[in-house]
């Protein structure tokens, strides 16, 4: 897929894609840590309830979870894996 960016500077090319790398490093390198970090959570909640997150996902979302408050925790935390992994895979994918 190609991609076109408009960048209204004053600075050169060289200078404003540098700062545009950087950005999308920068923003690489958070999404890498959100997905470790969520992992991690959604990892010791499906070692206490001996379930994997996405048949956790599953069961929430039909209701047939419904009396702990920390499924809600898992689920945000399924969530936002999930949007960070799509993140990291469109970021990884950037080529300038």
Do not use: N, P
Request: contains cysteine; negative net charge; proline residues 0%.
């Amino acid at each position: 897929m190609d991609f076109t960016l408009q960048i209204d500077t004053d600075y050169s090319l060289q200078e404003a894609g540098e700062v545009i790398r950087s950005a999308l490093e920068h923003e690489k390198h958070l999404a890498k840590y959100k997905v470790y970090r969520y992992s991690m959570i959604c990892d010791e909640f499906e070692d206490q309830y001996d379930l994997i997150s996405t048949e956790f996902i599953r069961k929430f979302e039909t209701g047939e979870l419904i009396d702990d408050e920390k499924y809600f925790d898992w689920y945000a935390a399924k969530r936002g894996l999930d949007h960070w992994k799509k993140k990291l895979i469109v970021l990884e994918g950037v080529r300038l």
